[in-house]
């Protein structure tokens, strides 16, 4: 069970940082919105929408999940605007990945009074291997069903010291989330297992695979390591180019928020077929191909096996 990392549950308040920090923001707008809704289901707030639909998932009906980001819009960079300030300030509990993935949140909680948890607390990390944040734990561990379990487990903690009335209905969610996850590891372990070795290598534009590569058994190389490192060395670029070369791999993939424009001309530069796109950061609309965290998985797994099998 991951280490909690969430300050005592609180009821419902004024903003804390009211219109003392806020008014030249916003002045003060939404403060009283809360008071104004008729749903009093405690409010959790997830930084972005992959975290937020697995706590949906756990939550069931007794809370009420929101994700501060937009579903397609990317993590990294993101910068928080006066009104995320005011929807956090209103929030009973913010549930945020850690491990430096959201760069900007620990100014942004500094701004509010609001407990937190931090869900990577119970992951065993990999850590980033080239560019800027080298030797730094890599952030993508919700891409890996295998830790992604850690997740449920930090957000049943969370949630059950949030409503400890719910705890129960909490785990129960939790273990069928669990189980949905390890079907889809079962699958991913035994199907990398049928294909040549020779072509369990996946390579992507970022490296957001490397809790999945891990987890499969698959090798792995990419572009840059996270985004915030744009499109790549020269050096970089000329090391992936090599390694699918002298592998013969198959097929290279890119992730659906990023520029592609690199990975699809180093696919035509060795003959790799390019596959995708992949979704790391965001989910898609609820009529797009990835509307849950684990449709998000399933999807990227299937992708991933059929380009690695066509070598």
């Given at each position: 069970m991951p280490k909690r990392r969430l300050?005592?549950?609180?009821?419902?308040?004024?903003?804390?940082?009211?219109?003392?920090?806020?008014?030249?923001?916003?002045?003060?707008?939404?403060?009283?919105?809360?008071?104004?809704?008729a749903d009093d289901r405690p409010v959790v707030l997830a930084t972005f929408t992959v975290i937020a639909d697995m706590a949906s998932v756990v939550a069931g009906d007794a809370v009420r999940v929101e994700a501060l980001i937009k579903p397609g819009a990317e993590i990294h960079g993101y910068e928080p605007t006066p009104s995320d300030l005011v929807r956090a300030s209103n929030a009973d509990l913010i549930l945020d990945n850690g491990m430096g993935l959201e760069g900007w949140f620990e100014q942004f909680l500094a701004s509010i009074d609001v407990p937190h948890a931090e869900l990577t607390a119970g992951v065993d990390p990999v850590a980033i291997a080239t560019g800027h944040y080298e030797g730094e734990p890599n952030p993508h561990a919700w891409m890996s069903p295998v830790a992604s379990e850690a997740y449920v487990h930090a957000i049943v903690a969370a949630l059950s010291e949030l409503a400890p009335a719910n705890a129960g209905a909490f785990e129960a969610n939790g273990r069928e989330y669990i189980g949905e996850l390890r079907a889809i590891?079962?699958?991913?372990?035994?199907?990398?297992?049928?294909?040549?070795?020779?072509?369990?290598?996946?390579?992507?534009?970022?490296?957001?695979?490397?809790?999945?590569?891990?987890?499969?058994?698959?090798?792995?190389?990419?572009?840059?390591?996270?985004?915030?490192?744009?499109?790549?060395?020269?050096?970089?670029?000329?090391?992936?180019?090599?390694?699918?070369?002298?592998?013969?791999?198959?097929?290279?993939?890119?992730?659906?928020?990023?520029?592609?424009?690199?990975?699809?001309?180093?696919?035509?530069?060795?003959?790799?077929?390019?596959?995708?796109?992949?979704?790391?950061?965001?989910?898609?609309?609820?009529?797009?191909?990835?509307?849950?965290h684990l449709d998000l998985l399933r999807h990227d797994v299937d992708v991933i096996l059929d380009g690695l099998s066509d070598g």
């Open positions: 300050a005592a549950s609180r009821k419902l308040r004024p903003v804390a940082v009211g219109c003392a920090l806020l008014v030249a923001l916003a002045g003060c707008a939404g403060s009283g919105a809360r008071a104004l809704d590891t079962a699958n991913l372990r035994a199907s990398v297992a049928a294909l040549p070795p020779a072509s369990r290598v996946l390579v992507t534009c970022e490296g957001a695979f490397s809790y999945l590569a891990r987890d499969a058994g698959l090798e792995e190389a990419y572009l840059w390591a996270v985004n915030s490192d744009n499109e790549g060395t020269p050096q970089q670029i000329a090391a992936t180019v090599r390694l699918v070369e002298q592998k013969a791999v198959p097929t290279v993939f890119c992730e659906s928020t990023v520029n592609d424009a690199v990975q699809r001309q180093l696919a035509r530069q060795t003959g790799a077929a390019f596959g995708g796109p992949l979704y790391v950061d965001s989910l898609s609309s609820a009529d797009g191909p990835v509307p849950t």
